[in-house]
């Protein structure tokens, strides 16, 4: 006589259930003598639950703990020799990267698979990508930001339109202050998707002063009065490389003569400078008698012949 594979199965899967429900009521007994204050009737449910759930939590602490020290000990040394921004960044990338391998960890020791919790990670990490592309965007961005550097924190910058002190260069934006104290947040593809202007890059910078002078100066004293406005800013001039400063006449206008005065300093200098700069301008042309003239514009009016024969 030939069994079948229903009939086979079918004492196997009896047994299977009278097994679970025997557990289930084992579980519901344990929790019963818990809440009846029957410690030693309730210790199946402390032993198989609370127990490795606490140890769960205190896994995680202490590797939230590790993490921020091993993520300090590894950013320190960039921070200090290499670059600020730099280090804090790859101390992130450390810190996250351990609390999630530890989160993995925990997750494997109730039992669930880190094959499909990975593959689970990669469905999800799929969608998520497609929902959250900016934000992936701004992640590369930043790391271009970091590989290439153009600017650090402490920087002032232009980029995307705005202007400011780089405050700090996070995993997604960069923070900016301005002059007049505002905080401007940019995410960092909008940096890489346009023009980067680092004012603080270089050591020195060069100031341009505009100056218009009337036509019935002599160019001679014009150039000897715009030089001893250079020669009293002479304590701020970087002269080194064959910078120094230049007075130069460089167009005929329509109502002046238009001379430029080119001017070297620190960069920490130049708004202080410049200042200085286009005071003494003012200053030494009223000393030595010229006149900055208004645009104008000269009207003959020519009348008519109207004698007739």
Known sequence: MRLT???VNEPAEAVSALMENVARADVLMALRGLIDGDIEAGWPIVERYLIPAGMALLFLLVAYLFAGMISRICSRPIRRKVDETLGRFIGKIIFYSIFALA???????????????????????????????????????????????????????????VAGKVYEIDMFTTVLDTSDNRRI????????????????YNTCRRIEVSVDVDYAASLDQTREVLTAVAESMREFLVDDEGRGYK??????????????????????DYSQVREGLTAAVKNH????????????MEVHLTKADTNSN
């Open 285 to 296: 042309l009223d000393d030595a008698g010229l006149s900055i003239p208004y645009p104008q």
């Open 185 to 200: 947040i940019v995410p960092h593809n909008s940096i890489t998707a346009s023009t980067i202007e680092n004012v603080s």
């Open 5 to 7: 594979d229903a009939a």
């Open 103 to 161: 989160a993995i960890g925990v997750l494997g020791q109730f039992g669930v698979s880190v094959a499909s919790f990975a593959a689970l990670l990669a469905a999800a990490g799929f969608a998520i990508g497609l929902a959250f592309q900016g934000t992936l965007s701004n992640f590369a961005s930043g790391v271009l930001l970091m590989v290439f550097r153009p600017f650090k924190v402490g920087d002032y910058i232009k980029a995307a339109g």
């Open 247 to 268: 007075v130069t006449l460089v167009n005929l206008g329509d109502s002046a003569v238009q001379w430029v005065i080119r001017f070297w300093v620190a960069a920490s």
